[in-house]
């Protein structure tokens, strides 16, 4: 399932966007956007093919498709050890939607919002985009311990919601239960809404287990909303499919009028919804075996970063992504990325702040969701061409 010979570059490189294949000139491999280079499982294909078949591609209750809430409870209650009822869920057209939704629901003008740093841009992206100021909290790639009297200090009367990305694009941290009790209990303190953004939970790599923030304890799931997607873990990204979950029927409210879903402004396209119910229902083996594969890339990508001459890797806990500090060549993230693109022909993601904030500088991305002779391949350009 997951052999070179899975890898359909023909149709890649007509289909591939967001920074990938079909964006780069022939001849790049581009390790950039995380979105896996493999078909998605057969299962959401027949799926999806099936629902057609009939015709009718009818609207969907604003709320999102009962099987679809159903699976999604199922998954929550579960596999994630959270109590949820399917009438707190609610798919959206993306994780990235997820986030802003809930960014437009509990921000206004004048508020703050803690993020990581670094982060995925969405987050500061969304807190901007309604009003509120994004507040970064230094969590930098391979930190011992979490320093959580530094958070302390940044909250003030002014902040309303503790942003979580568990586990952590770029640095692949996958926070502990007692990390997640430390956040928990200082968001109890002050009030504050909870956002996680789960959508990396299924990739995670033994010996690290992915525990939810909401299922520390039932107040803590209260003051929680939890998203997820199907971009990462299945390769849905063109179907733009998510979910998030309310912690209380008030938030519940309070998400759905800010998502504009009962409008019909917004909302989760009927085909997304019956790919994520299937992937939700019958995919478990295709992503185990998919998760095994990246543990095997996983480890190609860290030991092929490390032969290269100033730069250093240490292993994502979870993610398929590796943060490689280039500091050690002496140049900027952007410097390195550039080199890399024009002589190795390898694409990759630099530590600049408008990808992950300031924290970043002196790291690059690499996604390693392909096949071991692409992998290989590219790492030893980029070992030719910095070494
Ligand atoms: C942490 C995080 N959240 C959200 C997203 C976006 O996911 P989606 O494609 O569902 O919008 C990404 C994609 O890279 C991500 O890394």
């Not at 009818?58 to 009962?66: F, I, L, N, R, W």
């Not at 939970?201 to 997607?229: C, L, M």
């Not at 095997?296 to 398929?320: H, K, W």
Request: aromatic letters at 10%.
């Amino acid at each position: 399932m997951f052999e070179h010979s899975s890898i359909d570059l023909g149709i890649l490189k007509k289909r591939a966007y967001n920074l990938r294949w079909a964006t780069v000139p022939e001849g790049v491999i581009p390790l950039t956007a995380a979105d896996p280079d493999f078909p998605c499982a057969p299962e959401i294909a027949d799926a999806v093919m099936a629902y057609t078949r009939d015709r009718y591609l009818c609207y969907t209750p604003p709320a999102g498709m009962p099987e679809f809430r159903n699976a999604m409870a199922e998954f929550f209650t579960t596999r994630r050890a959270i109590h949820c009822d399917p009438s707190l869920i609610f798919p959206v057209d993306s994780a990235a939607s997820g986030i802003y939704i809930t960014c437009r629901a509990f921000l206004a003008p004048g508020d703050e919002a803690i993020i990581f740093d670094p982060v995925d841009f969405l987050f500061r992206y969304s807190v901007e985009a309604v009003g509120a100021t994004a507040i970064p909290f230094a969590i930098p790639q391979n930190c011992d311990a979490v320093d959580f009297e530094k958070l302390e200090t940044l909250i003030t009367p002014a902040t309303r919601m503790l942003c979580l990305c568990n586990p952590l694009n770029p640095t692949g941290k996958v926070f502990t239960r007692q990390e997640l009790m430390q956040f928990a209990a200082i968001a109890d303190k002050h009030d504050l809404i909870i956002l996680s953004d789960e959508i990396w939970s299924d990739i995670i790599f033994a010996p690290h287990s992915f525990t939810s923030i909401a299922s520390i304890s039932p107040e803590i799931a209260k003051r929680t909303v939890t998203v997820t997607g199907f971009s990462k873990s299945y390769g849905l990204a063109g179907l733009r499919i998510g979910a998030v979950m309310a912690g209380t029927t008030t938030h519940f409210d309070r998400l759905m009028e800010a998502s504009l879903h009962n409008a019909t402004i917004h909302g989760a396209n009927v085909l997304g919804q019956v790919a994520a119910t299937t992937a939700l229902t019958k995919c478990g083996p295709w992503l185990s075996e998919f998760v095994s594969h990246l543990t095997d890339m996983r480890d190609i990508c860290v030991s092929g970063l490390n032969q290269i001459p100033g730069f250093t890797c240490v292993a994502p806990e979870g993610c398929y992504v590796a943060f490689a500090n280039i500091s050690g060549t002496g140049k900027t993230s952007k410097e390195v990325a550039d080199h890399i693109l024009e002589t190795a022909k390898v694409a990759v993601v630099p530590g600049l702040p408008q990808w992950f904030g300031s924290g970043a500088e002196g790291f690059i991305r690499l996604s390693f969701a392909t096949s071991a002779t692409i992998l290989q391949d590219a790492l030893s350009r980029i070992k030719n061409s910095v070494g």
